[in-house]
Nanobody, 121 residues
Framework: QVQLVESGGGLVQAGGSLRLSCAAS????????LGWYRQAPGKEREFVAR????????TYSDSVKGRFTISRDNAENTVYLQMNSLKPEDTAVYYC??????????????WGQGTQVTVSS
């Protein structure tokens, strides 16, 4: 099983930026497809971004496209989510997830515990 630990959440004003990190235990890390989901109070967990096993392919939800960037550093066993131009509606608990696959599946097998992101207006 893959262990995932998120960090980097916090409070930020609208228009600001945050960088989330997720450290993975898998060996080798390069065999993982990775992604981020988020869940706001009273809402279903929604897809945010994914990155392929190779790191060459990325996908974003329409709501974050152009503002968020997912990346990975295989040397650090870490996937990142750079969030710019944050909006209050981005407020949620953000979860990283992983699959031993080329791309993230619709039902990822591995999840972190989440990190809270709060954007004030």
């Amino acid at each position: 099983q893959v262990q995932l630990v998120e960090s980097g959440g916090g409070l930020v004003q609208a228009g600001g930026s945050l960088r989330l990190s997720c450290a993975a235990s898998a060996e080798p890390f390069r065999d993982l497809a990775l992604g981020w989901y988020r869940q706001a109070p009273g809402k279903e967990r929604e897809f945010v971004a994914r990155i392929s096993r190779s790191g060459m392919s990325t996908t974003y939800s329409d709501s974050v496209k152009g503002r968020f960037t997912i990346s990975r550093d295989n040397a650090e066993n870490t996937v990142y989510l750079q969030m710019n131009s944050l909006k209050p509606e981005d407020t949620a608990v953000y979860y990283c997830c992983a699959d031993r696959a080329i791309i993230l599946t619709l039902t990822p097998n591995n999840w972190g515990q989440g990190t809270q992101v709060t954007v004030s207006s």
